[in-house]
T-cell receptor, first 115, second 112 residues
Framework: GAGVSQSPSNKVTEKGKDVELRCDPI?????LYWYRQSLGQGLEFLIY????????KSGLPSDRFSAERTGGSVSTLTIQRTQQEDSAVYLC?????????????FGSGTQLSVL | DQQVKQNSPSLSVQEGRISILNCDYT??????FLWYKKYPAEGPTFLIS?????DKNEDGRFTVFLNKSAKHLSLHIVPSQPGDSAVYFC???????????FGKGTKLSVIP
């Protein structure tokens, strides 16, 4: 596709359930990022992939969060045993190359609501 | 501890006038700054950036000014148009770093 695609666009789940969020980056973009935006807050960095490897997972808020990227393309962010504080918009972005000098292209996000 | 601060949650400006959005940072290691614009139900889109070796960068109606001694940057939009109504995020990084630190955003409303 022309842009970064995320699915689902909205997800409502019950506390304690696991969720998977998917990101399809722009074709050819080697770098992929996950951010989240909680209500009234700025974007919070979660994890960065260069190719299939994630050199920095330090932004993941807890061990309930994990992410993988396969084939240098699609990425999945998994949240296990969801909590209400996990409710946020989860944004995926991609860029042509590692480094913040390269502007990021964001998807529209997944609005996660944990009841 | 917020390293990038946008102290005005919202701003209203008349169409045709200048919009000035402000951003302050605390981390002196930051040396690359970006502005992103976000419409409802869409992801942020890159608007303009500036390196710390410059104090001004201009792109059409958008100009970003950087005052390193004050750790302050601002985005000027002249003239403002109704289509500029959006949330504007300031972001900063250490050059070469993949991690951007974002402010909370300022919601700009341009009134026709």
């Amino acid at each position: 596709g022309a842009g970064v695609s995320q699915s689902p666009s909205n997800k409502v789940t019950e506390k304690g359930k696991d969720v998977e969020l998917r990101c399809d980056p722009i074709s050819g973009h080697t770098a992929l990022y996950w951010y989240r935006q909680s209500l009234g807050q700025g974007l919070e960095f979660l994890i960065y992939f260069q190719g299939n490897s994630a050199p920095d997972k330090s932004g993941l808020p807890s061990d309930r969060f994990s992410a993988e990227r396969t084939g240098g393309s699609v990425s999945t962010l998994t949240i296990q045993r969801t909590q209400q504080e996990d409710s946020a918009v989860y944004l995926c972005a991609s860029s042509t190359y590692r480094g913040s000098n390269e502007k990021l292209f964001f998807g529209s996000g997944t609005q996660l609501s944990v009841l | 501890d917020q390293q990038v601060k946008q102290n005005s949650p919202s701003l209203s400006v008349q169409e045709g006038r200048i919009s000035i959005l402000n951003c302050d940072y605390t981390n002196s290691m930051f040396d690359y700054f970006l502005w992103y614009k976000k419409y409802p139900a869409e992801g942020p889109t890159f608007l303009i950036s500036i390196s710390s070796i410059k104090d001004k960068n201009e792109d059409g109606r958008f100009t970003v000014f950087l005052n390193k001694s004050a750790k302050h940057l601002s985005l000027h939009i002249v003239p403002s148009q109704p289509g500029d109504s959006a949330v504007y995020f300031c972001a900063a990084s250490v050059d070469g770093s993949y991690q951007l630190t974002f402010g909370k955003g300022t919601k700009l409303s341009v009134i026709p």
